[in-house]
């Protein structure tokens, strides 16, 4: 993005009505273009938002980031520099670079790097904090040629590490890849020596608008992909199976073929952390079976459900396996070597996202590895991730069972042994409730969304509730597959979100949750925040099933009087 480009985007605000994002920026130098950049960012990301970027005092960024020791629910973005570590690693300051003074600069950067990992240890408990260590190139202090690294080097980049290691493990903290940036900005490109000396503003505009960028991506945080759905030949594989049988297909090093083989192995760790995978593929079934169970691939047959081949269109079996899924054509990946395949598909489900596989391209293959752990990766592993998977099979084997002879869907309920966990625990919030409202789309009472900082400033009103429901029964444990979040007061309660994820339906699951915010609260009557969405009928359905009207309210009379049985085991942790 040009400078130009951002006061353009700045300039286009939306109206004083929007919702406002609130950030504090601190750095140790004058924010200047960064600030400019990183609002244009975050404005593009967040469409919908008037941004607000507060900054601190200039050459104080530990003193700017212990200032704001009292905020809460709020959005931290700080820039931290080598001379934030020690004055002297600046080129404004003459403090000295003479060799005797060099023992002293290791001990001075290792107590400033305390102090601030105590000021961020004190805002990550209570806010968002997207955070950037030193970038730019150290400068020449030590007495060494260039080419040669210096002990001190070696200490500051130690530091460097040591901090950022400290720093990862906080729950808030996120720090941008330096890697990342490596890549997107060149490290001889960073520094403007003659904007540092003249204003105080250290970095070329190039590197400013890069930086920004990871920072407004880590405030942003997206919600990842859910699911990959891959073709076979020449994609998952060398070879095309039906001409060469499985002895032919290969992935290997001595066949040219390994990145088939990362491939693989990229699946295998996004299946591992609850990214889902599919196959569709024209193919034999039987071949494929016998192809997985005698080649045995990196990304094993139990990691994959489903596996759809035959000699239809890729179409087809992609709306199948999406369907098994029960998730958005918006959250699913496909990845294909074929063009054509890739467009057939785009043309029947315009909201997935196709990719080809470079097949004969080594170098843009594992790029393309690159690509999809961004749109896969996440900050976390949850339990719940653990969990998709199995919670999909399950529903799959629960959906047989009930088409067994003599079953209806009351007896199967009544022997399936629900068992609902529900916590009110509301301070610390659980992680798992704001990935569930911001992800979920059918059982969605409005489609309402929440930044993390917007979630923290709602759940700390005095009168405010959040239920975060766990599941299982005997085919296995879902997780926390539901929320709620209100205001309970007088015996009333106000619902302002209800998410429930599908994995969980027909279980009457929601049915037990209301009735025990009712019981839980004693309250006659609830009211909901519901809004219509292209996706959210389920909800709708829900709410006929227990009055004919239009959803709005709840009595306690009307839940009793037309709920249906909840064979479920509800506890309160």
Not at 22 to 51: D, M, N, S
Not at 346 to 361: N, R, S, V, Y
Not at 379 to 396: I, M, N, Y
Request: proline content about 6%; hydrophobic content about 40%.
């Amino acid at each position: 993005m040009k400078l130009v480009e951002a006061l353009e985007v700045l300039r286009n605000s939306p109206p004083a009505e929007s919702p406002l994002l609130e950030i504090q920026l601190a750095c140790g130098f004058t924010p200047l273009h960064l600030q400019t950049f990183l609002g244009a960012h975050l404005r593009r990301l967040f469409p919908k938002h008037r941004v607000s970027i507060t900054t601190g005092a200039f050459g104080d960024l530990t003193g700017n980031l212990e200032r704001l020791s009292q905020l809460k629910g709020g959005t931290v973005a700080a820039v931290v520099e080598w001379k934030d570590l020690d004055p002297r690693l600046g080129i404004r300051i003459l403090g000295g670079w003479k060799p005797s003074q060099l023992n002293e600069f290791a001990e001075t950067v290792h107590a400033h790097a305390e102090r601030l990992l105590a000021a961020i240890e004190i805002l990550a408990g209570k806010n968002t904090v997207a955070l950037a260590l030193p970038t730019l190139p150290i400068p020449p202090v030590a007495f060494t040629p260039g080419w040669c690294m210096s002990q001190l080097e070696s200490e500051l980049l130690g530091s460097r590490a040591s901090l950022s290691s400290r720093l990862s493990n906080l729950s808030g903290v996120r720090i941008a890849s330096q890697q990342k940036l490596d890549v997107v900005s060149p490290i001889a490109d960073r520094f403007d020596a003659k904007a540092e000396l003249n204003t105080g503003f250290p970095y070329s505009l190039v590197h400013a608008d890069k930086l920004s960028g990871l920072l407004a991506s880590l405030v942003n945080n997206p919600q990842p992909k859910k699911g990959l759905i891959t073709d076979l030949d020449n994609t998952f594989w060398f070879g095309i199976l039906g001409e060469v049988s499985p002895e032919g297909v290969s992935w290997d090093l001595d066949h040219h073929t390994l990145r088939h083989g990362l491939y693989q192995q990229l699946l295998a760790s996004l299946a591992e952390s609850g990214v889902l995978i599919g196959i569709a593929s024209k193919n034999d079934p039987a071949l494929v079976e016998e192809a997985f169970r005698q080649r045995q691939p990196v990304l094993a047959q139990e990691q994959i459900f489903p596996i759809v081949a035959n000699w239809g269109p890729k179409s087809e079996s992609v709306r199948r396996i999406i369907e098994a899924w029960n998730i958005g054509t918006d959250s699913v990946v496909f990845v294909d070597d074929s063009p054509l395949e890739l467009a057939e598909v785009q043309a029947a489900h315009p909201g997935i996202e196709c990719i080809l596989f470079p097949k004969d391209d080594d170098k843009a293959a594992y790029e393309l590895l690159f690509q999809l752990r961004d749109k896969f990766g996440k900050t976390a592993v949850t339990a719940e991730d653990g969990l998709r998977l199995e919670s999909l099979r399950a529903s799959a084997a629960i959906a047989m069972a009930g088409r067994g002879e003599g079953h209806t869907p009351e007896r199967f309920l009544q022997e399936a042994g629900g068992k609902l966990a529900i916590s009110f625990v509301r301070n610390p919030p659980d992680p798992r409730a704001l990935e569930l409202i911001n992800k979920t789309n059918q059982f969605n009472l409005n489609g309402k969304r929440h930044t993390e900082a917007s979630w923290q400033k709602y759940l700390a009103n005095p009168n405010a509730f959040l239920m975060v429901a766990a599941y299982e029964d005997k085919f296995g444990p879902l997780g926390k597959i539901a929320v709620m979040a209100g205001r309970a007061e007088d015996g009333t309660v106000a619902i302002d979100h209800w998410v429930m994820s599908c994995r969980a339906f027909s279980r009457r699951i929601e049915h037990g949750c209301i009735q025990k915010v009712f019981a839980k609260f004693g309250a006659r009557e609830a009211s909901f925040d519901y809004v219509k969405t292209e996706r959210n009928q389920p909800v709708l359905d829900f709410f006929r099933e227990l009055k004919k009207t239009e959803v709005s309210s709840l009595s306690k009379q009307e839940l009793d009087a037309n709920c249906p049985a909840v064979y479920l085991e509800i506890q309160e942790r």
